[in-house]
Nanobody
Framework: QVQLIESGGGLVQAGGSLRLSCVAS????????MGWVRQAPGKEREFVAA???????YYADSVKGRFTISRDNAKNTLYLQMNSLKPEDTAVYYC???????????????????WGQGTQVTVSS
């Protein structure tokens, strides 16, 4: 059974930082891309960041320069370092991975098959 389990969310003041982690089990994702997608209250799911097996990264314009995605393939773990957080970053953040490599789906909210349960990030003003 494939599982993606996120951790690291919480409440932080604007300008602060959080580091999210996602541990995958059931299969290795070292040969495919992985990403983070978020959903704010009353809004659709929004692509945040992705990283390929080779380390190429993709970011939504809204988080460029503030968020950094990384991965540790040996640990089958994905990370999202979030700095300079803003109230508009408040959302449930989901770790996600595809069933197989689908290049055109990397930087979209619909390009993923497996999803974690999500971790809440709340940024206060």
């Amino acid at each position: 059974q494939v599982q993606l389990i996120e951790s690291g969310g919480g409440l932080v003041q604007a300008g602060g930082s959080l580091r999210l982690s996602c541990v995958a089990s059931g299969r290795t994702f070292s040969n495919v891309y992985m990403g983070w997608v978020r959903q704010a209250p009353g809004k659709e799911r929004e692509f945040v960041a992705a990283i390929t097996s080779g380390g190429s990264t993709y970011y939504a314009d809204s988080v460029k320069g503030r968020f950094t995605i990384s991965r540790d393939n040996a640990k089958n773990t994905l990370y999202l370092q979030m700095n300079s957080l803003k109230p508009e970053d408040t959302a449930v953040y989901y770790c996600a991975a595809p069933f197989q490599y689908t290049p055109r789906g990397i930087a979209t909210s619909s390009g993923y098959k497996y999803w974690g349960q999500g971790t809440q990030v709340t940024v206060s003003s």
